[in-house]
């Protein structure tokens, strides 16, 4: 281009923003040694996954043989990232959500059963609204046998396992236990904590969910990132023995 084509575009950007790029657990996860490129829900953010596509193609580090690719921005149904929660070796937790659709589990169910070392898909069915956008704003595990939890979706919450059938093809089942039992039972541990956003009183987990109380970044078992101003809930997590580092 000119310089004069340059001085009168009033446009500020060569290209339009993606300033939800921040959320980064969104466009894509890894998993055991395979990845998912999600086809993002909105319009708005598809544009974000194209960055991992190139990454896991192109780049060095990525681009080898030993590398799988569990779901791919181009299927046809929406999955985002942030209703995925690796559990074990072998159990992968999504969130039925706003933004993941049951067509989009069905597909990386049987993507990961079938190639990888994963024996299961637990489904979380999480209500439908932007409160709740994704499973990891209501519910995330911050040690092996710890996790938060909004109150509010412990009631309704529905839950079912994916296994790979003998014929290759997807065997779907209700898990009807309280959630603290099922969990204790995938995991084989003989009991599990869940720790309550805002500590169980109402307004406080209201008020810290919405400010991301229960979206704790786990960067080792016990040790998590969470913001600052979640100061209920973050002490919570340290009473029950989490290292939390505030941002």
């Known amino acids: 281009d000119s310089l004069s084509g340059l001085a009168s575009n009033e446009y500020p950007f060569v290209m339009d923003p993606m300033p939800n790029l921040y959320f980064t657990r969104d466009p894509g996860a890894c998993i055991g040694n395979g990845i998912n490129i999600h086809h993002m829900h909105t319009p708005a953010r598809r544009r974000e996954s194209l960055l991992l596509k190139y990454m896991f193609d192109y780049d060095k580090d990525f681009a080898t043989a030993g590398n799988y690719k ?29 933004r993941t659709t049951i067509a989009g589990i069905e597909n990386f169910a049987h993507n990961l059963l079938r190639n990888s070392e994963f024996k299961k898909v637990i489904v979380f069915d999480i209500p439908k609204c932007r409160a709740f956008m994704h499973l990891d704003t209501v519910f995330t595990m911050v040690d092996y046998d710890k996790f938060t939890i909004h109150p509010e979706i412990e009631g309704p919450l529905s839950v079912y396992e994916i296994r ?23 995991l084989n541990l003989p009991a599990v904590k869940l720790i309550r956003c805002g500590g169980g009183d109402l307004i406080a987990a209201q008020r810290e969910q919405w400010n991301d109380g229960s979206n704790t970044l786990c960067i080792a078992p016990g040790k998590v990132i969470t ?15 989490i290292d939390v580092l505030t941002m």
């Open 70 to 98: 569990w779901y791919d921005i181009y299927d046809d149904f929406s999955i985002e990232g942030g209703d995925v929660l690796v559990l074990s070796h072998e159990i992968v937790a999504i969130g039925f959500s706003e």
């Open 164 to 186: 790979m059938g003998k014929d290759n093809q997807l065997q779907f089942n209700t898990l009807t236990d309280s959630l603290a039992k099922i969990l204790a039972k995938e």
């Open 227 to 241: 913001y600052e101003r979640n100061y209920v809930t973050n002490e919570l997590l340290s009473k029950h023995g």
